[in-house]
């Protein structure tokens, strides 16, 4: 009798619908984030308890509907027919039934079992929308539980009845369908018929609901039929026979026939369930929207939170940084005076503290940029932020969307590759993640400062200004470019829901961060431990009697590249500074530290350093050279980011690729139009 | 009754919806997210830099632009 059951829940429900929180109080902490296989949206699960059941908790996507029509939509639905869960959870907002009844109708189609959990009732509630949840509940053909998600009520009604819609002990819990009308009805029947001649797709799916999809234009589902299928020709014969006939007699495609009758359906639900409901009052969120997305006020607003923003994660993360950063400075110290020397010595301190340890320090500015933006996507800011830039970024061929991970990349382009999650459509991500390199993160600030400061003087300032702004337009022209050619056809529409201000939960604010640090810090111990060990051994062999960078790998490889790197104005040991910058921008001054030999920790370094460069370069060259830095190959640690969110290596060296050939060519142009100008 | 595009609609003018026509991806979502013959569409306001526009449609509020909003057949009441 105390045998333990395990059975597998789908949360399915639209964005904004307090899924997420809902499933945090499904679950608690006892959750796991991942990825969908062979897609990058996140994926997480969790257990619950019940009785003698340990639920399996799958937060499937937030989706408007089921279609294949994005990613997440593709996931959701793929997750429902072939996993086959045992119930699926719909969460609906209460406040808005109406539109997020449309899911629900799609699952009554596919003929799951389901709960719905009416979530935000308290909000409802007080907003005056009286619902008869047994009536809901008849009438969907699926219990309703009323719910809040952000303080757990409900949450034990919600266990209590998907386990009794498991067990089939549920009355409300039937199959219903929705009308479509006569004429319609009769070509769903006729496809039916059509594809019931094949035993496989009736054992695999219900037929109506295939039957609907194909008539809906659904391409998936009709691939799926021609893979699948043998009587392929009578079938897709039938569906344009349905078509035409549809049209012809209704006057209307039949997608637009379909939504149609669902939301005539939720109508005549709403019709009865609604006991009272408010209507149109100005609420407190229409009241801060007038300011916050006002036609004068909206964008210094959007600006100075942004800068409010920045200006936190670098003065406050400093002081973590700063402790980490001494801790990894004590490690370094304690294994330099305990471990015996030799080469394992010097991979452990030279390789794998340090250069792991230059990226770790890295952790409270991302934990705290990720405080930000949790913040600004559970009180419904981010959706203004980009509803007010939106734009803008249109003339790259981007979503407003982007605007935000494009504005991190001045902070760290690893973070802002990260923040790309937020934005639904692939090929707007692909995008962003692409071109974001080019905004000028702040490890490569240290190099301009070095190399402004040594040659222009007075003028160091605008040079450095003008290299952010080279990075912008870059951004700008390669955008376009890319949309115009290899994404092209692909634009995404911008149907962007923007959902009433909330209050932010600290709980899932702080799930949040630790995912986003947890992800972080996996990266850390995986790529970047690689690549730190590789540039050291790069760095430190073949081993010498003396040791000099110039006879390393690392050196010989930079001598190997001076022949290209010749007419951009700078010889081997630009080249060499370029290659371990790869491991992480700053390090470019570091190198040029050891290539001048300038020694570790005299006072008069830089003075040194920037008369050896002075004798090295000329100003242009030292321009051209800041220009290659901001330009080429990310570094490590975005590269490792690049490769994660753009799911495949192919695309990661694609910017590689494409990055360098850019810098060598905006290097060459400025250097040789510069020496052609008279200009040294 | 007149018969408009979406995106032609001034600021503060509402209407209900005719037609949704335009490339089949952005039908399909316009017509899940409630844009259906009937549906009664507010135009609340346009963002800063004059697009996209904000709507208030069947309870919630959506941002759509100018240029999907064109595919977007209404009459104005």
Avoid at chain 1, 258 to 267: M, N, S, T, V
Avoid at chain 1, 491 to 511: C, D, G, Q, W
Avoid at chain 1, 524 to 533: F, K, M, N, Q, R
């Amino acid at each position: 009798m105390n045998e333990k059951k395990r059975i597998k829940i789908a949360l399915a429900g639209n964005p904004n619908s307090g899924k997420s929180c809902i499933f945090n109080a499904l679950t608690g902490s006892n959750q796991r984030v991942g990825n969908w296989a062979g897609v990058t949206v996140e994926k997480k699960e969790g257990y619950a308890k019940f009785g003698n059941y340990e639920i399996e908790v799958v937060d499937l996507p937030g989706t408007y509907s089921l279609t294949a029509f994005s990613m997440e939509e593709l996931v959701a639905r793929d997750f429902i027919i072939k996993e086959d869960p045992d119930v699926v959870i719909n969460v609906i907002d209460s406040t808005n039934l109406e539109r997020n009844l449309y899911l629900t109708t799609q699952l009554i189609e596919l003929g799951v079992k389901a709960v719905v959990a009416l979530n935000m009732s308290d909000e409802a509630k007080h907003k005056g929308i009286i619902i008869d949840i047994r009536k809901l509940g008849e009438l969907l053909g699926m219990p309703v539980v009323e719910t809040v998600g952000t303080r757990g009520i409900g949450i034990q009604d919600l266990l209590r009845e998907a386990v009794a819609v498991h067990e089939s002990k549920e009355p409300l819990s039937r199959h219903i369908h929705i009308n479509y009308g006569g004429e319609v009805e009769e070509e769903i029947k006729k496809i039916q018929a059509a594809l019931k001649k094949d035993r496989d797709l009736t054992e695999a799916f219900s037929t109506r609901w295939l039957a609907v999809k194909l008539l809906e234009h659904d391409k998936q589902v009709r691939d799926d039929i021609i893979a699948k299928a043998g009587a392929t020709d009578v079938i897709l014969k039938q569906i344009e026979t349905s078509h035409a006939h549809i049209e012809k007699i209704l006057g209307d495609e039949s997608e637009i026939i379909l939504a149609d009758a669902r939301y005539g359906f939720i109508k005549g639900v709403l019709h009865e369930v609604y006991i009272h409901r408010a209507f149109d009052r100005i609420t407190i969120s229409d009241r801060i929207d007038t300011i916050l997305t006002n036609r004068l006020l909206g964008i210094p607003i959007l600006l100075g939170l942004l800068w409010v923003m920045f200006q936190t994660t670098f003065t406050l993360g400093k002081y973590p940084m700063g402790m980490i950063g001494g801790l990894i400075g004590h490690i370094s110290a304690f294994l330099s005076n305990t471990m015996p020397d030799g080469l394992i010595k010097d991979l452990v301190v030279n390789g794998i503290v340090s250069g792991v340890g230059g990226v770790i320090v890295f952790l409270p500015n991302i934990m705290i940029l990720f405080f930000f933006i949790s913040i600004f996507e559970d009180t419904g800011y981010m959706a203004r932020a980009a509803f007010i830039m939106d734009r803008v970024m249109h003339t790259l061929g981007l979503h407003g969307k982007s605007f935000i991970p494009m504005i991190m990349g001045f902070g760290c382009n690893t973070s802002a590759i990260m923040g790309t999650r937020m934005l639904e459509n692939k090929t707007d991500r692909l995008l962003t993640i692409l071109i974001n390199p080019l905004i000028s993160c702040s490890a490569r600030l240290p190099v301009y400062i070095l190399l402004a400061g040594t040659f222009f003087g007075r003028n160091a300032g605008n040079v450095i200004f003008a290299v952010y702004m080279t990075g912008i337009v870059l951004a700008i022209l390669v955008g376009r470019l890319f949309r115009k050619t290899i994404f092209k056809g692909e634009a995404a529409p911008f149907v962007m829901e923007l959902p009433p201000y909330r209050l932010p939960l600290l709980k899932s604010v702080a799930i949040h961060m630790w995912e986003k640090g947890s992800v972080f810090l996996r990266k850390v111990g995986g790529i970047i431990l690689a690549a730190s060990i590789v540039v050291w051994f790069l760095m430190s062999f073949p081993r010498t009697a003396e040791y000099k960078m110039e006879q390393s790998y690392a050196g010989q490889i930079g001598k190997f590249v001076a022949p290209v790197l010749e007419p951009l104005g700078f010889g081997w040991k630009g080249g060499i500074a370029l290659i371990t910058g790869i491991a992480a921008k700053e390090i470019v001054v570091s190198t040029f530290g050891v290539l001048y030999n300038v020694g570790e920790n005299e006072v008069d370094r830089m003075e040194k350093l920037q008369n050896a460069l002075r004798k090295d370069m000329t100003p242009l060259a030292a321009l051209s050279f800041m220009l290659f830095t901001l330009i080429y190959i990310p570094c490590m640690g975005t590269l490792g980011v690049m490769y994660r969110e753009l799911g495949s290596a192919k695309w990661a060296l694609f910017a590689v690729g494409y990055s360098l050939t850019l810098a060598w060519l905006v290097s060459f142009v400025v250097y040789r139009g510069g020496m052609l100008l008279g200009v040294r | 009754m007149k018969i408009m595009k979406l995106s032609d609609l001034p600021v503060k003018g509402t209407c209900r919806v005719v037609k949704v026509s335009g490339e089949k991806a952005i039908k399909k979502r316009l017509l899940e997210m409630g844009f259906v013959r009937g549906t009664e569409i507010y135009v609340k306001k346009v963002a800063p830099l004059a697009d996209p526009m904000e709507l208030v449609l069947k309870g919630f509020h959506l941002s759509l632009r100018r240029e999907e909003a064109k595919d977007v057949l209404v009459e104005k009441i």
